[in-house]
């Protein structure tokens, strides 16, 4: 009896019907088995651009790495520790993917009645190696969320005696010389000095802006201490908050950079004292807790 045929892969036997199977693709077990061997696993193709993707982040962190090495010779930094989540976020993309590539080895020379069990324990493997690495925490991170969580909160009384003695003026439009970042952080405050080198453009002239500093804590009386001020290179801080040691020693305390050194950051501390803003006509001064508050009139 002659048969049809309906075209690649399927035959036609005149007098059966579907119900009894006698249509088949020959491609779908084909097509079935090659699906069951790529799922979940990405294709080669897709895997090749994953791995020149995560090269290509690998080798621009660490360039950014040998950059930063470099222009620590110059005694600043790329601050290249800002991308060690970049980094830790590609080596584990690349941990995976390496751990799936692995499995479509082991599926593909895998017996047919164990593939799916292959499967799945690839898929665990990789997932468990991908959270050890996603959870990896740099000493120095440890570090910075430990202080932030021990860190005050916001300094409420500082921030009331600045509004009441500037008359209401926009933070906007004032200077503030402090070491106290947090007052910066809750009111956008122009900071006359960058709480280190580090995070300070090289226009900024931080070097020269603490030497400006120290001469002022050397001055002698009001009116020479507002003379320096405006006889500064720099627009002179409207306001200044220090920290009250003692009842006559107020203090800024100065990060010194010292790159490439290891340590490379000393604190070294500006000693400022009543005396030198004793002219009401000249500073308004108001202690709040162990600071003092400080505004040119």
Not at 265 to 280: I, K, M, T, W, Y
């Amino acid at each position: 009896m002659a048969r049809r045929r309906l075209g690649r892969g399927h035959v036609r036997h005149p007098g059966r019907g579907p119900g009894r199977g006698e249509d088949h693709n020959l491609d779908d077990d084909d097509n079935t088995s090659a699906s069951a061997l790529a799922w979940p696993l990405p294709s080669t193709g897709r895997a090749l651009v994953l791995a020149r993707c995560v090269t290509l982040i690998v080798v621009a962190v660490f360039s950014w790495f040998l950059l930063s090495g470099l222009r620590a010779a110059t005694g600043s930094t790329l601050l290249p520790f800002r991308m060690i989540p970049l980094l830790t976020l590609a080596l584990a993309l690349a941990g995976v993917v390496g751990a799936l590539m692995l499995a479509r080895w082991a599926v593909a020379v895998a017996p047919s009645d164990t593939r799916g069990k292959v499967i799945a324990a690839a898929v665990v493997v990789a997932g468990l190696a991908a959270i050890q690495m996603v959870q990896h925490v740099s000493e120095e991170d440890a570090e910075f969320a430990t202080t932030a969580r021990n860190t005050a909160t916001m300094p409420t009384d500082v921030l009331t005696a600045l509004d009441e003695m500037t008359d209401g003026r926009d933070p906007s439009d004032m200077v503030l010389l402090t070491d106290d970042a947090t007052l910066i952080t809750y009111r956008p405050y122009f900071s006359f000095q960058a709480p280190s080198q580090a995070y300070a453009t090289p226009a900024a002239q931080y070097e020269e802006r603490i030497d400006e500093i120290r001469g002022w804590s050397q001055t002698d009386s009001p009116a020479e201490l507002a003379a320096e001020f405006e006889a500064s290179e720099f627009r002179a801080p409207d306001v200044l908050v220090l920290d009250r040691e003692a009842p006559d020693r107020w203090v800024f305390t100065a990060i010194i950079n010292e790159m490439p050194r290891e340590h490379n950051n000393s604190r070294e501390e500006l000693v400022f004292g009543p005396q030198q803003f004793a002219d009401p006509d000249l500073f308004d001064v108001r202690e709040v807790g162990d600071q003092v508050v400080v505004v040119r009139r």
